[in-house]
């Protein structure tokens, strides 16, 4: 119950964070609040779930209690598949809404796409990985003092002649330990040519200390890196923490 019970705990914090700002949400944060919420939900099923069919254990097979606990054991199974069509509704619901937030980042700028030649005479920052026709620069794990949820941010660039659909990156969350905690990762509709992708993958895991990269998508395909990810692709220690 682990993942469940972290869940529960960050849903706690981004209410009592909100609870005390008056600062707008945005449609990205609005839509992960909302994730977070139905996390908690889910998690409150289970666990009555789970007391439920404890109970039923301890009645004889065949009593008509317990056939009236297995019934509600019925209903409560129904209602937990319910929330987890809803959880998927409203994980593309997110997907979409950080779409949007690009594209209208983009809008801003009002800039044309830079070719892959100028984008690296003009960055003095390294990939720190280079899968097939994209790079990844270096990245971090960040706290969000406002929401109290934690991300890893970076960029991604298309180095190819040709727009890419369906990139998405993952990394491994890791604690202070160096154990592995979860997987965690973003994905845009289209990356074009030689353009750099803000990221922002969200971490429901208050144990996260650092993230190690651990694969490229495109088009649903994973494209892992050649070998095992190094020391230099995991998150560099935050500001003032220790080396």
């Known amino acids: 119950m682990r993942f469940w019970d972290t869940l ?3 849903a706690a914090a981004l209410l009592l964070v909100a609870c005390g700002s008056t600062r707008v949400l945005t ?8 994730l977070i919420d139905l996390n908690a939900t889910m998690h409150a099923l289970n666990e ?5 069919r404890s109970q039923q254990l301890l009645l004889p097979k065949g009593s008509p209690r317990y056939l ?13 598949s319910n929330f987890a069509l809803e959880w998927e ?22 800039a044309p796409p830079v070719s892959p030649t100028d984008t690296k005479k003009n960055s003095t920052t390294e990939p720190v990985q280079t899968v097939g026709d994209l790079n990844l620069y270096p990245f971090t794990l960040t706290t969000d003092a406002d929401q109290g949820t934690k991300t890893v941010t970076g960029e ?9 659909t ?3 990156v993952a990394f491994n969350v890791l604690d202070a330990d160096g154990q592995n905690v979860g997987t965690v990762s973003d994905q845009i509709a289209t990356l074009e040519p030689g353009v750099r992708w803000a990221f922002k993958a969200l971490v429901l895991d208050n144990a996260a200390d650092k993230a190690e990269f651990l694969e490229f998508k495109i088009a649903g395909n994973p494209v892992k890196p050649p070998t095992p990810a190094t020391g230099t692709t995991t998150t560099p220690p935050a500001p003032g923490g220790t080396p």
Do not use: C, H, I
């Open 8 to 10: 529960l705990v960050s």
């Open 27 to 34: 449609e990205v944060e609005l839509q992960e609040k909302a």
């Open 48 to 52: 009555e779930l789970d007391a439920v």
């Open 68 to 80: 009236s606990v297995g019934r509600e054991v019925a209903l409560l199974n129904e209602k937990s």
């Open 89 to 110: 509704g409203k994980q593309m619901d997110l997907e979409e809404a950080r779409r949007k937030e690009v594209e209208a980042a983009t809008a801003v700028t009002n």
């Open 156 to 164: 991604v660039e298309n180095t190819s002649a040709n727009a890419l």
């Open 166 to 168: 369906d990139v998405s």
